[in-house]
């Protein structure tokens, strides 16, 4: 090759280094990405297992109001949202744990379970491993929200480390918001996986 | 060279000193030298609402009392209690609106200790982190420290506060403060 042809590979050659250089760095994984959990996906009627926990949900309704379980001291419910209420059996695997930190995604945002059942609620309870519980998962979201007409429950306790696993149930949203919904009691259900 | 005449010498340091006062003058008249001059806060009668496109806050009622009217502990420490509506505009739920006001005549400092506030839920007392998109009612209190001055049915202002960068260290990264940036005035305007 001559010198000629090779001075004028070099500009070409320097922006195809620069091209690499771009495409590795938008196609780098972000911050958030390298220290969230990661995640194990599946549909809302199929338990998903991650190394610390399983979740299985079984049904999603959307409410003006809750119907607190019998006995629960009295809580207003009253909303200018929508509670969106998740029936959910829930268990931790190797240690004991919780799912305070659990979030609902939807439409780009994210909201924090409700602890307004009293006593042990999903987003109070703190249990053993290897022990399954059914309950009502509860989140207050804005109206507008259900126009996503699709959400992700994370399931995820206080502990959960970067790149460790979590369960996440993709559903679909309810299209018809009841004026009530009745929540669970906070239940054992058996042995877990 | 010629040496300039006497008159003419004598007259320099005349101009030198004009020249001097003019400018101090001038500095002066155009606002000293100061750095920044002091910018105006906004100050908002209860029931207004400050929004940054954040967080809004609308303050209701500003009391000073002498019981918890939450706990309903009390008579040992002054409470203020403040009835707001909030609207946070983020993308995930927040535990920070405890920073977003603070009383301004009662002996807090601008960031209180966060065991001496609490954000409630009017409807059922909780205590849950604010969802976004979602407006509430809430109740603030702030139990005062046992040197303030106020008595029960006294004024105080509540402060807005947002949080700015001020130091970006390399190792800890940035650290955040509070910044003053409107009042609620107490009682009408």
Do not use: K
């Amino acid at each position: 090759m001559s010198g000629r042809a090779r001075a004028a590979l070099r500009p070409l050659a320097a922006a195809a280094m620069l091209l690499v250089a771009a495409a590795a760095t938008l196609s780098a994984p972000t911050d958030d990405a390298v220290q969230s959990p990661v995640e194990t996906v599946g549909p809302a009627g199929r338990t998903v297992v991650s190394r610390l926990a399983e979740a299985d949900v079984h049904g999603v309704q959307a409410a003006r109001r809750l119907a607190l379980p019998a006995g629960s001291a009295e809580r207003d419910s009253t909303t200018s949202g929508v509670w969106i209420v998740v029936d959910v059996t829930v268990a931790c695997r190797l240690t004991p744990c919780g799912f305070g930190e659990s979030r609902l995604q939807v439409g780009g945002r994210s909201y924090a379970p409700s602890p307004i059942v009293p006593g042990a609620s999903f987003a109070t309870m703190n249990v053993g491993p290897r022990l399954r519980y059914r309950t009502s998962a509860l989140f207050e979201v804005p109206r507008s929200a259900l126009a996503a007409g699709r959400a992700r429950l994370v399931v995820q306790g206080a502990r959960t480390m970067a790149l460790e696993g979590v369960p996440v149930i993709t559903m679909r949203l309810p299209d018809a918001v009841r004026t009530s919904a009745a929540v669970r009691s906070t239940v054992l259900v058996g042995a877990a996986s | 060279m010629s040496r300039p005449p006497r008159t003419a010498r004598r007259g320099r340091p005349a101009v030198v000193v004009a020249a001097v006062a003019l400018l101090i003058g001038g500095v002066a008249l155009l606002g000293g030298f100061a750095d920044v001059p002091r910018e105006r806060l906004p100050v908002l009668p209860l029931g207004g609402t400050y929004d940054n496109g954040l967080y809004s806050v609308s303050v209701r009622s500003v009391r000073v009392v002498d019981r918890d009217p939450v706990s309903g502990s009390g008579a040992t420490r002054r409470v203020v209690v403040a009835d707001v509506d909030l609207l946070f505009r983020g993308d995930a739920p927040t535990t920070g609106a405890a920073l977003w006001l603070a009383p301004l005549d009662a002996g807090l400092p601008a960031q209180p200790a966060l065991d001496d506030v609490r954000v409630v839920d009017e409807r059922n007392g909780l205590t849950e982190p604010v969802q976004p998109g979602l407006p509430l009612r809430t109740v603030y209190t702030w139990t005062l420290p046992t040197t303030t001055r106020v008595e029960p049915g006294d004024r105080v202002r509540l402060g807005v506060y947002e949080r700015y960068e001020v130091e970006d260290a390399a190792i800890d990264g940035v650290t955040t403060d509070s910044v003053l940036v409107a009042f609620f005035r107490s009682g009408a305007s």
